[in-house]
């Protein structure tokens, strides 16, 4: 709790790494934390969309987080984890390395993302939040699903 | 505001209820029933229907309603014959009353009731029918006409009803206030207010019922009309209803004055009225007791509770659950290589049986009678013959099959459909069908049944049939056939279900809506049903949907496909096969056909069409699927190895993800992995093209 001195409302984050970085996502968001089970892989899907588990007898998508951001994606070994996030109505399983820590922010904490030509860190990155020496991306979750494309057309 | 609005919600919940029970009541009575309980329940049905109106000041509601329950008092007395034209105006009113709860639900535009109320007004006749198109309907007007003008002032009598309230009735909604006022409505009353049980303010209950009223009542009116004001709150107070015998201070007429002419009264009575039972009715008896009979087939014919929707799904949900996990537990017992002797495995064999009988059971909750469809139709058939100018008789049968509530709810577009189409299209005039020998009226024959774990529901007319060398001619003029095409009477009766297949020359107001029999066809598949016709010339067309019995649960065979576990809906299989080499041929590109019993049908990769393997497979080191899409279309489908059939549990994939081409939904296996369902239609059209599926599915969004 020392790092609370700059005022506004504090949040909790849990961040995970994907490859070499690390991310972190609002804790309210996050349902539960699970280890991975292969995947039924969906046909016509984004190479991102790793298919569908089941989730306590829902089907449930699984988003590799990597693959999402434009790194390259590993091979998923036993000791990969799935974030259950709740994104609008629909739950998402995301993919990640591994689930690092929970950490209380202040809104003051998260600085601005800077300009970048990256696409995918305009889409996801929410802000940055420097930690420890780590730089930790906040990352929003509304466009991790492909949009439908019948709705969009 | 919240509650009120649950109330609002109930009430015309519960009036659509009634108003189902009225028109199946008037069609039985058209059928020619007669006895007491079925005109009792159509009289029940408005007068609900009326009493939950007035508590919503739903005016115009009342107003008709209360017309409408006048006349059927009469039939119910025995006073107005149910002839057929009686009942054909009954029938109209029953529709007006339908129109008249819709508006009041939905906030529509007003409904024109004079004409009904008219006719209604005709059948009581003279002065009587007056009383019932009038506004100020609490007067003394509609006496029992038997009663003649000189024996109705003497059979005025005066009634003690105690009337003691207890907290359920405060808790249904319904007011002290409104009761009595009801109650003065039949006469001249005086209430005394008994306040007797009321406790200090610092000991009430907000919400228990301390006062009770006792109401001196002077009315010319049966005992059952004083029951009757108390008919929504049976059960919720107490009540008590006896005639005073001796000289009452506010009676008009003393007993000893005018015993002679109580006697003519009640000959008069006797005679007019028959079948009433009030005069002879003990002159004390408990309201509740006496009605017992009334309330006991009430319980007897529906002991049913209501319950949240929601709740019956979570339910199946954990259901689902229960089968998917019973499996997973019977797949690790057999891997742990334990004998099918233990006490495990019995065990486990019962718990399967169970689990299947509860799902069965949980199955149930959610099915229903298709009546709840049908019943709409006879209502559609009438306006429709109105106006085509047809005569049309509706015969449903089976309307007692139970299929779950979806499937009915999205059977009723349908359904309408081809309804009216039977009509309009299938019957001919009048005039024709003379000239060609049968009977003016035509018949359409509504029919559903059971039939080896699917529901049957079948379209029938008795009109011309379908004119095939229209059809071919309207087929090749749209391009959806080559002009020279031979085909099979089948074939043809087939086109009409082809998209773009709308017959244009003959729109008019009842089918031409630019809705064609492809998007009845598609409404049904996407129950997971199949639609067929079958059509004599100069006999008629018969219309048959199959239809899945639940949506919940599909029966699939199970396939392995590069790889991956996948499900195609069983229904769709004709059959299995093995294919040689020597079968299959290539036909131009990479497209392949298969020779089945000299006929030649394209060959599809299932792992090839969902994109899980670019090449194809050897058709020799698979098994074939031969299914039958869309319109009768024959395809094979070309899979690894088959797993089995299994009856699997329908899950969403558009609940987390989104719609995937080729895939229907997805199922959970024995193992707890996701399995796929194939869209088999898709599939098909997929590998037809891709671009056409695209395209039609578009078309299909547009349209929807």
New interface residues.
Partial sequence: MSELHNGGAARELISFRVGAQEFCVDIMAVREIRGWTAATALPQSPSYVRGVINLRGAVLPIVDLAARLGFASAETTARHVIIVAQIGAQQVGLLVDAVSDILTVTDAMVQPTPEVASDTAKAFVRGLIALEGRMISLIGLDHVLPDDELEAA | MDQLAAIRETFFQECEEQLAELESGLLAMEAGATDSETINAVFRAVHSIKGGAGAFGLDELVRFAHGFETVLDEVRAGRLEPTPDALKVLLRAADVLADLVCSARDGGGSVETETSAAELSQLLGGEAGDAAAEDDWGDFEFQPLGAGQTAAAPSAKAWRVTFRPRADLYAKANESALLLRELRRLGEIEVSLDASNLPSLAELDPEAAYLAWTVILTTEREQSAIVEVFDFVDGDCDLSIEEIAEDHAESPIAPTDVGDLDIAALIAKAQSAAPDPGPEAPPTRDAPAARAPEPMTHAAAGATIRVDLERVDRLI?LV??LV?NQAMLSQRVLEAGIARASGVAVGLDELEQLTREIQDSVMAIRAQPVKSVFQRMPRLAREVAALTGKQVRLVTEGEATEVDKTVIERLTDPLTHMIRNAIDHGLESPERREAAGKPAEGVVRLSAAHRSGRIVIEVADDGAGINRERVKQIAAERGLIAADAVLSDEETDNLIFMAGFSTASEVSDISGRGVGMDVVRRSIQALGGRISIASRPGKGSTFTMSLPLTLAVLDGMVVTVAG??LVAPLTAIVETLQPKAADVHSLGGDARVIAVRDSYVPLIDVGQA???RAAPLDAACGVALLIESEGGARAALLADEIQGQRQVVI???E?????????AA?T?LGD?????ILDIDTIVAVSRGADLARSE??RA?AAG
């Fill in positions: 949900d689902g659950e998917i991956q576990t969902l994109g899980y899950k969403s994939l609940a987390n993800y989104r719609q995937v081409p080729g895939v997805a959970i707890g992995r996701v399995a796929l599915r578009r969004t």
